[in-house]
């Protein structure tokens, strides 16, 4: 992996205060002594001396060498350029009742974890939950059985450290993990896993499942969305994104936000994402594209192969192969993201350096043989 | 006055107000701001240094005091340098 070095001052001017920051939790996980979180973001009390941080070497957002990561953990680099590197896509659900009845689609995620801790293959999971206290505030959460899984079961639209749950498993000493994350911590993860400066042990992570993400809300301005239409965040029972529309059920009853209008709630940091389907995970898990109560499944690596054999022999997942039109339907979300994000992209990013020429990437074209 | 102030009161407001201090202190400084007198702060300042509380040396004719500054291990992250 290509390396820069910085330290938690340039993770500062560079990602934090340029609003780049997802709030992964990657900083902290592994620096306890100085690096807290406020208003959704690192904060620090006390100047830390360190020249070359693992804060920094960890975050997706100060460098990420996409190629790298894929000859790592996949052998070869990609050929489609929308969903990444991929072996099958399915389309997939949790054979047991109980998981499907609490999960937000169809429960893989929640069966495959269930599966990885009865089996005995990890002792752990860093999952977001919700917080028992702030309602659908998710908070890290480090799973050891099937009930910690069920009772973290559900989408959450805000965004979670759950790198931290990573830090706090492995600090702990848990023996073997999987770690279920947006495309922002997957990354991370595997920039931890892959650094050249730093081994805290990233890969006792042996399960890395990604759930597709087209955004993630910011508190805040979620709960004035939802007070526009009346409803208060701590009455609302399930929140889902579905056919262009984020839906609110509240007392048994849907209500609907065009997901156009829910763009003005978004994080910043989610502007200049170029991952919608989790593309550096083991295995990555979305609705998009699959029946009803159902889910997609993108079967990435090696591992994520075997682990998904195992839970359909097991008993714990039935899977059929995802019709064309379901990949085309992952296909143009993910498209659209990139194309839009790209834009913000390229408006943050400047003109790109080659070697010793400077060009505007819109431009790139006109200078590049094919 | 100073009579109302309880000695372990005193031994107490001497090693917070050393604890905020940056630099060396003389015992006249101490007495001022605990409120006390200056024969009452060094028999408590002396008392503190046999228990190994405080550090004190005598410059000339005048006392110099401080407390060190507690040192903490910091775990950093160059604790998981390859």
Redesign the interface.
Same mark, same amino acid.
């Given at each position: 992996m290509v390396e820069e070095k910085g330290n938690i001052t340039d993770l500062e001017s560079k990602v934090v205060y340029a609003d780049l920051c997802c709030y992964c939790g990657a900083c902290g996980a592994?620096?306890? #002594?100085?690096i807290t979180y406020e208003d959704e973001k690192p904060t620090t009390k006390e100047k830390?001396y #360190?020249y070359h941080?693992?804060?920094y070497d960890f975050c997706p957002r100060t460098f990420f060498a996409p190629f790298d990561v894929e000859r790592a953990v996949f052998g070869e680099v990609r050929k489609d350029n929308v969903l990444g590197y991929y072996k099958e896509i399915l389309t997939a659900r949790a054979k047991d009742p109980e998981i499907q009845k609490r999960a937000q689609d169809g429960g893989v995620v929640t069966a495959l974890l269930s599966y990885l801790l009865e089996s005995g293959k990890i002792d752990a999971a860093a999952v977001a939950k919700t917080a028992e206290s702030d309602a659908w505030k998710p908070e890290p959460f480090v799973a050891t059985s099937k009930d910690d899984v069920l009772a973290a079961a559900g989408s959450k639209y805000t965004q979670c450290p759950v790198l931290l749950g990573v830090g706090d498993a492995i600090l702990d000493g848990k023996k073997s993990l999987a770690l279920v994350g947006l495309p922002c911590h997957v990354q991370a993860m595997r920039k931890i896993q892959l /650094? #050249? /400066?730093?081994?805290?042990g990233a890969d006792k992570v042996t399960a890395v499942i990604g759930l597709f993400c087209m955004e993630t809300f910011d508190m805040e301005a979620l709960k004035q969305k939802l007070a526009e239409i009346d409803v208060k965040i701590e009455d609302v029972e399930k929140f889902n994104i579905k056919k262009g529309k984020f839906l609110i059920t509240v007392k048994g009853e849907e209500k609907s936000i065009p997901i156009k209008d829910m763009k003005g709630a978004m994080r910043p940091a989610c502007r200049v994402c170029y991952d919608f389907a989790a593309e550096f995970a083991d295995v990555s898990v979305g609705s998009v594209g699959s029946e009803l109560g159902w889910n997609t499944v993108i079967v990435r690596s090696e591992r994520g192969a075997e682990l998904v054999k195992e839970a359909v022999e097991k008993g714990y997942l039935e899977t059929q192969p995802l019709s064309e039109e379901g990949i085309n339907a992952v296909k143009t979300l993910a498209t659209r993201k990139k194309k839009e994000n790209m834009k913000n992209i390229e408006a943050q990013a400047g003109k790109l350096k080659l070697l010793n020429m400077l060009v505007e990437p819109e431009l790139l074209s006109l200078l590049l043989l094919e | 006055m100073h009579g109302a102030v309880g000695s372990g009161d005193v031994k107490k407001r001497i090693m917070k107000l050393l604890a905020n201090e940056a630099q060396p202190m003389t015992i006249s400084e101490i007495a001022k701001k605990v409120g006390v007198s200056w024969a009452t702060a060094k028999t408590h300042v002396l008392e503190l240094s046999q228990a190994n509380l405080l550090k004190v040396k005598k410059f000339g004719r005048n006392w110099i005091v401080w407390k060190e500054f507690e040192k903490r291990e910091?775990?950093?992250?160059?604790v998981?340098?390859?």
């Open positions: 592994f620096c306890r #002594e100085y830390c #360190e941080g693992a804060c /650094s #050249e /400066s730093f081994d805290v | 910091r775990r950093t992250c160059s998981f340098k390859r």
